[in-house]
Every structure is written in structure tokens, then in C-alpha cells.
């Protein structure tokens, strides 16, 4: 009982995944401050951030609709944390149930639906705007990432469980080491970088054009809230790329965390060169890319993969 | 409480708003976040919407029009909230002293926790006034403490 509790609430649940998050978002924040020659904040900052959220006031706008505005910021963290928690006990502990790659794809639409459905319940125009972006952004990247996840299900002999998915390239070879892999790979860094609202994708809450868009109306605990679920989200897509395209085995527990710690920095600091050299797109430039590049992309990456390329 | 301060401290957000400034002040406060001042590594970031800010930053002089944005601003935004008044327009309205569309002082329509005189303040003028803010903050709960 005790074992469940702890395997559920601190390791690898959710204290260690918000830890975790938490530090990759401050590598973001830091890779990119030393990009511009700055010093960038210290690493208890995003910590210290979050408590000071939970210190301040809420506001509910008087137009709200209140139920949905403040509901959505919680339905969203417990989606999130449901897909932290499962991510990582099938990477460490490899506990892992049939079909939960569905699962899993369903429960990180919930994230960006109920920030969208926030949103729409403040009322506030800007708010409206970052919705409508959020929502024509979503259209473009899910269908994305679902072709790069059937190639890792080809890949692993047509199974929807992410146990065997891992398993089988554990047996062979990791996915990445194949044409479609890498395929595979660099269409769901680009849906993790869209699903992150990191630079060239962030038209959903630009700053500086419609002053945080989706989130411009909520203050205090509620905002904390969606602060959370971004941070663990931070852990839980790089973990997902991991555990889908680039698991490798090693005997030794200690290697094992030394492998992922690396893998996972090694996907932030990709993220953030991507994030540093870009401009923000216009959000007809970014549905253009996902719909007319990366999409041909992934369906030849589903072609090469039933070739077993 | 004392924590409650420092975690306040620690991780300011800063809204900014230009009450009818010569636009000299907001570059200033653009200057702080660059390579050379690079006021992150305190924790501060320039956020763009009142609800998510802990200071609000007013340059500028404020006249007829802005003072109703102004307080309607101040009303909006989630308590605590810290309010400092950057350049000499805000703190002592300046050369527009008593000239038609002004009002009044800053201080008369919301409370003010620190000025930072100079026109424009330079951006170490303007860390210093941020560091005076926590100077205040922290001084504040040590008399709370006793
Ligand atoms: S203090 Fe000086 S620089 Fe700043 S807004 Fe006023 S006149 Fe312009």
C-alpha cells in the first residue's frame, strides 16, 4: 500500500515530475539567457514563482462564467498529472496497461482544450484571440503528432502499449536509429515545441501583441494552476519522445538515470535553440508548416516504416 | 509572514504602464532587461497583463484621461501589489506642473511605495529603486516580527 502511495505521489510521480519540470524550465529560461549573454535566474526560480502565485489574490471577472473559469485550470493540472504519473512509472518502473498510448494521446488534448475553454469563459477580447490561435494550432499539430506516433506503433509491431513499444526497442534497436525514427522524432519535437507555446509557436500567448492571451485573465491560485501543468508538462513530453523513440537499456539503475537526465537536457537545449533562432510565426505560416511539410513528412515516415526502414 | 515576503521578494512581476510619458522612461525600463542590467536573474519579468503583476510601474505624467485608466487599473490588479512611480513626471509631475489637463499627484489617487526620481532615471537608478522596494518589504515584516 505504502509502495503504490509513494510510487503514485513522489517517486516517479508527482512530486519528482513537477521537480523535474520545473528544472527544465528553468534550463529553457537559462539556455536561452545565456543565448543573449545574460545570467539568467537562479534555479529555485520557477519554484518561488509558483508559491508566489498561491500568495496572491484571484480575481474572477464580473462577465465570467464562473464554473468553467475556474474549473478549467484544475481539470487541466489533473490531466496533466494523470500523464506524468503514467509516463514515468512506465519509464522507471515499467508498469504499463494496454491501449494507454491512447490514453495518453487523450489526455494531452485535455491541457490545450480546457486552456481554450478558460479562455472563452473570461471573456475578455484578447482572450477570445489567443483561443481562436490556440485552436487552429491544435488542428495543425495533433494530426502531426498522430503520424509520428503510428510510425513508433509500426515500429513496434502494431502495439498500442507503450510497455511493448519501449520493450521492443530495447530487444532490437532504439527507433531513432532508423530513417522513419528520426522521422518520427523531429515531427514530435516539433508538436512538443507547439504544445509548449515555446517561440515559433507561441502565437497563442504572444506577449507582446495580446498580453498573454489564453491566460491574460487569471490571477493568483487559478493561474498557479495552469503554471503547474506547464511546468509538468515540461517533463512529461520529452518523456514521452524518450520512452517512444530513444529508450535504451543498461543493467545498472544508476546509468539509467544518467541516460534519461542527459537525453532530457539534451531535448531542452534542442527545444531552445529552436525557440532562439526563430521569430514567432504568423499563425497561417505555422498551420502552412505542420499541414504542408510535416504532414507529407510523417506520412512518408509511415510509408518507410511499413517497409521496416 | 517572513517567508511569505521574502517568496514575494523573490519573484516580482512587473507590469508597466505609460500614463502619458514622453516615451524616454520606457525605454529606460526596456534597458533593465537587457544583456548588460539583465534584471531576470532577480527573478523580475516584464508580464503583460495586470492580473499576473506584482508592481505596477507608471512613468510618465499623469493627466484627466489616464487617471481614470490608472485607478481603474489599480482596482484590477490582485492584491499585494506594489506601485513605483519611475522618472520625475510621477513623482512630482514635473515641468506639466499645474498646466490644464493634470490632475493631480500620483500619490493623491493610488498609493505609491517607491519613487524613482531622474528624467529619465538610468537603469541602475531604477535596480536601485526595485532594491529600495525590497529593502522596504522585508523592513516592514521585521517590525511585524517584534
Ligand atoms: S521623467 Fe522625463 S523622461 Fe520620464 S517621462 Fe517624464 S519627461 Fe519623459
Not at chain 1, 148 to 172: D, E, H
Not at chain 1, 182 to 192: E, K, N, R
Not at chain 2, 94 to 122: H, Q, T, W
Amino acid at each position: 500500500m505504502l509502495k503504490i502511495v509513494t510510487q503514485y505521489l513522489i517517486f516517479p510521480g508527482i512530486i519528482f515530475s513537477f521537480f523535474v519540470g520545473a528544472m527544465g524550465f528553468w534550463l529553457e529560461r537559462k539556455f536561452t539567457a545565456r543565448f543573449q549573454y545574460r545570467v539568467g535566474p537562479p534555479w529555485y526560480q520557477n519554484f518561488i514563482d509558483v508559491m508566489k502565485l498561491f500568495l496572491k489574490e484571484t480575481i474572477i471577472p464580473r462577465n465570467a462564467a464562473k464554473t468553467l473559469f475556474i474549473t478549467s485550470p484544475i481539470i487541466n493540472l489533473a490531466a496533466v498529472i494523470l500523464v506524468s504519473v503514467m509516463l514515468a512509472n512506465n519509464y522507471f518502473l515499467n508498469i504499463s496497461f494496454m491501449g494507454d498510448v491512447i490514453v495518453i494521446l487523450y489526455l494531452l488534448v485535455i491541457p490545450s482544450l480546457f486552456t481554450i475553454l478558460g479562455a472563452l469563459s473570461s471573456k475578455n477580447p484578447l482572450a477570445l484571440v489567443g483561443a481562436a490561435r490556440e485552436t487552429k494550432l491544435m488542428l495543425a499539430y495533433e494530426f502531426v503528432f498522430i503520424t509520428s506516433l503510428i510510425i513508433a506503433i509500426i515500429k513496434s509491431g502494431n502495439s498500442i502499449m507503450l510497455a511493448n513499444i519501449t520493450a521492443t526497442q530495447i530487444l532490437s534497436k532504439p527507433n531513432i536509429a532508423s530513417a522513419s525514427g528520426i522521422i518520427a522524432f523531429i515531427l514530435a519535437l516539433f508538436y512538443a515545441q507547439a504544445k509548449l507555446c515555446i517561440v515559433p509557436f507561441d502565437m497563442a500567448e504572444a506577449e507582446q501583441e495580446i498580453m498573454a492571451g489564453t491566460v491574460i485573465e487569471y490571477s493568483g491560485p487559478l493561474l498557479g494552476f495552469y503554471k503547474i501543468s506547464k511546468l509538468m508538462l515540461y517533463f512529461s513530453l520529452p518523456l514521452f519522445i524518450i520512452s517512444l523513440f530513444i529508450k535504451v537499456h543498461t543493467q545498472s539503475t544508476l546509468l539509467k538515470y544518467l541516460i534519461f537526465f542527459c537525453l532530457y537536457i539534451l531535448i531542452i537545449f534542442i527545444m531552445s535553440v529552436i525557440k532562439n533562432i526563430n521569430p514567432r510565426m504568423r499563425i497561417k505560416d505555422a498551420l502552412g508548416f505542420f499541414w504542408f511539410w510535416l504532414l507529407p513528412l510523417g506520412i512518408l515516415g509511415i510509408v518507410l516504416a511499413q517497409f521496416g526502414l | 509572514m517572513k517567508l511569505k515576503e521574502k517568496i514575494l521578494t523573490k519573484s516580482l512581476w512587473v507590469y508597466h504602464l505609460s500614463a502619458g510619458s514622453c516615451n524616454n522612461c520606457d525605454i529606460e525600463i526596456l534597458d533593465c532587461l537587457t544583456p548588460r542590467f539583465d534584471i531576470e536573474r532577480f527573478g523580475i519579468q516584464l508580464v503583460g497583463s495586470i492580473r499576473h503583476a506584482d508592481v505596477l510601474l507608471i512613468t510618465g505624467a499623469m493627466n484627466k484621461k489616464s487617471a481614470k485608466i490608472l485607478k481603474n487599473l489599480y482596482e484590477q490588479a490582485p492584491k499585494p501589489i506594489f506601485v513605483a512611480a519611475v522618472g520625475i513626471c510621477p513623482c512630482s509631475q514635473n515641468m506639466f506642473k499645474g498646466s490644464y489637463p493634470m490632475l493631480s499627484a500620483l500619490d493623491e489617487i493610488i498609493p505609491v511605495d517607491v519613487y524613482i526620481p531622474g528624467c529619465p532615471p538610468r537603469p541602475e537608478a531604477i535596480i536601485a529603486g526595485i532594491a529600495k522596494l525590497i529593502n522596504k518589504l522585508t523592513a516592514k515584516d521585521k517590525k511585524g516580527q517584534k
